[in-house]
């Protein structure tokens, strides 16, 4: 997971290490989103204040060096003082994938949820669409501060490649576990288990005890995250 944790790594402890060992001082990571275990994340966007006396192309090399092979820095850049990775951002993009095959992989166990039913595209993408727009997402997680479960999700769609399904998500924000328990909502319809009508009963119930269990962690990645 992203969170720092007293025990155990993530990937926030992972940067601060990181960057402590070539500033020579401690830094607190801010980031987008707070990714839980085993979700990944491809585009995550992270902040942090430090005492540099190089280029920034020298930083990114150092810290590169001293990272975990599970965690490296694409890209970086000065930032002003009144952004924050989280709070200005304005959209954010999350891929689930499902592997729909009768026998596991696994090469992609770590990166794909396998499904060994058959999944009806069709139905899945109708049953997304009821969820684009500016709803509740009560019954499919929590806040991540506050009360407010209200999100608006720009698009969310399927698409197939060969035993290989996707659905891209991208919104505003997202609750907490809400892009896992959309996507497992969302099988549920693939799978036959629910009508398509149903979604959209359980958006309006504002209700997560109504809600199928998420769909795990693995398929889950958090793909880009944009600012103005």
Same mark, same amino acid.
């Given at each position: ?32 989103g ?24 020298d ?61 009806n ?5 109708? $049953?997304a669409? /009821? ?6 997402? =009560?019954?499919?997680?929590? &806040?991540?501060? @506050?009360? %407010? ?50 979604? $959209?009963?359980? /958006? ?6 109504? =809600?199928?269990?998420?769909? &795990?962690?693995? @398929?889950? %990645?958090?793909m ?5």
């Amino acid at each position: 997971g992203f969170q720092w944790q007293a025990q155990g790594r993530t990937v926030q402890g992972v940067l601060e290490t990181a960057i402590q060992q070539v500033s020579q001082a401690p830094a607190r990571v801010s980031g987008s989103g707070r990714t839980d275990t085993g979700v990944h994340a491809a585009g995550q966007v992270i902040g942090f204040r430090t005492a540099w006396r190089h280029s920034l192309a020298d930083l990114q090399r150092a810290l590169n060096a001293v990272l975990p092979g599970d965690a490296a820095v694409l890209a970086i850049g000065p930032a002003d003082p009144t952004w924050h990775p989280r709070f200005s951002a304005t959209r954010r993009y999350y891929r689930y994938t499902v592997l729909n095959q009768p026998w596991r992989s696994p090469l992609e166990r770590r990166y794909a949820h396998l499904v060994t039913q058959p999944l009806n595209l069709e139905a899945m993408q109708a $049953a997304a669409g /009821l969820l684009v727009g500016v709803h509740d997402f =009560a019954s499919f997680g929590q &806040p991540t501060q @506050g009360n %407010c479960t209200v999100r608006e999700l720009f698009s969310a769609e399927w698409q197939r490649d060969g035993s290989r399904f996707h659905v891209d998500v991208v919104g505003s924000g997202v609750l907490r576990g809400m892009v896992r328990c959309l996507a497992g909502t969302l099988l549920q319809v693939g799978t036959g288990v629910w009508e398509i009508d149903r979604v $959209a009963v359980l /958006l309006e119930a504002r209700n997560r005890a109504l =809600a199928p269990p998420p769909a &795990p962690a693995c @398929g889950l %990645c958090l793909m880009r995250v944009d600012y103005e």
